[in-house]
């Protein structure tokens, strides 16, 4: 068979190349270069183009700082500019007919991350599984997210990479079935920050028609928008940051895109503090998102045709606070002081079950565990359980294989999840764990994904029976060594004090 392939797209002919059983067609552009004028504006139409274009490199990242976790996953090589930077990669199993789509957005809290880069490699879930893979960039930090409405009528409404990633569900609508994709028959997917922008992708009128499930991975599903107020104190400080007032607004469209990336660096930097994980520049409330969080949005008898398959890690937040001095430091009042925002008059109830649980833990460890459960476990679990009592199925697993001192943080289950070990050689997380070995772990967990975009059911003959998640047994499948169902997954529901129970809240 040829090793190149041309497929017709709505804007012109692109060729790909065969790899790892699967076709690939990288760096498609799925609208036109977010540069210049279309800076802080939402996704234009590509032009098009003439002739065959060339499919066989992603392209660039979209302009960023380098992540904060860097320390844990390694450090992905690859360009970054803003020419180029709206494209999308596919990889498409080597068959006839129409194979289910999984669209999957990457993480990154809104500020970092690439769809190019080989952690994210698609081709093994294609060809094994027998999907369509799909993974768009979208635009990040100040330049996917400034609100600036209250600035400039011209410089749009926030929320630019939100519009990138509902471009980039459109695009594949209309062009996946040239690729050998089902346009009726599409998953949205994510990781982290992608997760609630997977669900929302589901649920917003202009996009809901199009999603038939929802893979959502380590996701803060029930953190709300900014609202607009709030945003446009935090893009006053912004502009503050870069010496730019009302006269010359007009300089954001011409400064080189790494002067805007440094000033959100150091917005972050001047807001930081302990226990609080957000970036102060994302989503904002207004027309273009639903009105509600996504577990708001996903219940309550709304979407009750959807799919959704959703988990956590074990330890997620041990990525973040394990190694920060702020934290290994902190003492108890330190830590209480860092969790009242967030937990409000429950804290030091809520502090002593956790230490009582664990008692030999640090308070920054104690930090880390709460969190963990408050942003990340408790909203899939209610998710989970608003589903079910609706008399809708969701399947919940959790992921617990460790091999270093962060545990199963946050992004360890992403290397398994592509079935892509060999791509993650420096990743400290996986300490110096044999990633060939590992296969034995990333092969039911990509079977389960496979299955799931196939049928709407993780279930397939690599795991024991998955049931839906029901609140009378919450069954709950683990991915360790082996990988188990657990009835009543009790230890995030014991360390959880009854004011955080997943049907209270």
Request: with cysteine; aromatic share 6%; net charge negative.
């Amino acid at each position: 068979m040829a090793d190149t392939h041309t497929v017709e797209t709505t804007t012109g002919r692109v060729q790909g190349g065969r790899g790892k059983g699967a076709i690939a067609f990288r760096g498609v552009p799925y609208a036109a270069d977010p540069a210049g004028p279309l800076r802080f504006a939402p996704p234009s139409p590509h032009p098009g183009w003439t002739g065959v274009r060339s499919a066989l490199e992603p392209g660039p990242g979209v302009p960023q700082a380098p992540s904060r976790l860097a320390s844990i996953m390694g450090t992905p090589q690859g360009r970054f500019a803003e020419q180029g930077c709206l494209a999308l990669n596919v990889w498409t199993p080597d068959t006839t007919g129409r194979a289910p789509v999984l669209l999957w957005l990457h993480g990154g809290a809104g500020v970092t991350g690439a769809s190019g880069w080989s952690w994210y490699d698609g081709g093994r879930l294609a060809a094994e599984q027998g999907i369509v893979v799909v993974t768009p960039n979208y635009r990040l930090g100040p330049l996917g997210y400034l609100y600036l409405a209250e600035v400039a009528d011209d410089l749009g409404a926030g929320n630019f990479g939100w519009l990138d990633q509902v471009a980039a569900l459109e695009w594949v609508v209309a062009n996946i079935e040239a690729f050998g994709g089902d346009p009726r028959s599409i998953t949205v997917g994510g990781h982290s920050a992608g997760a609630p922008a997977a669900a929302l992708l589901a649920v917003a009128p202009r996009t809901r028609r199009h999603v038939r499930r929802i893979f959502l991975q380590s996701g803060a599903l029930d953190m709300p928008a900014q609202p607009i107020d709030q945003a446009a104190e935090v893009a006053a400080d912004y502009l503050a940051i870069l010496g730019i007032g009302k006269h010359d607004i007009a300089r954001l469209r011409e400064l080189d895109a790494g002067e805007l990336v440094a000033a959100s660096g150091r917005l972050t930097a001047s807001r930081a503090r302990l226990g609080n994980v957000a970036m102060p520049i994302g989503l904002v409330a207004g027309e273009t998102l639903p009105a509600g969080d996504p577990v708001t949005e996903l219940t309550g008898g709304t979407c009750p045709e959807l799919d959704i398959m959703l988990g956590t890690t074990a330890n997620e937040m041990a990525a973040f606070f394990h190694r920060d001095p702020r934290a290994v430091t902190a003492d108890k009042a330190q830590i209480l002081a860092a969790l009242s925002p967030l937990l409000g008059d429950a804290t030091e109830e809520l502090y002593a079950g956790y230490a009582q649980e664990s008692p030999a833990a640090t308070p920054g460890r104690l930090l880390s565990d709460l969190l963990a459960d408050r942003l990340l476990r408790m909203p899939a679990l209610r998710l989970a359980e608003r589903r079910a009592r609706d008399g809708h199925a969701a399947h919940l697993y959790q992921f617990d294989w460790s091999a270093s001192d962060f545990g199963a943080c946050h992004c360890i289950d992403l290397p398994f999840a592509f079935g892509n070990l060999h791509s993650w050689p420096d990743a400290a997380m996986l300490g110096t764990a044999d990633r060939a070995s590992l296969d034995h772990i990333a092969r039911p967990l990509t079977s389960a994904i496979g299955a799931f975009v196939r049928t709407g059911r993780p279930q397939n003959p690599a795991l024991p029976n998955w049931p839906a998640y029901e609140p009378a047994d919450r069954a709950t499948m683990r991915f360790d060594n082996f990988s188990e169902v657990v009835a009543d997954l009790a230890a995030p529901q014991r360390r959880l004090h009854q004011k955080l129970r997943p049907d209270q809240n």
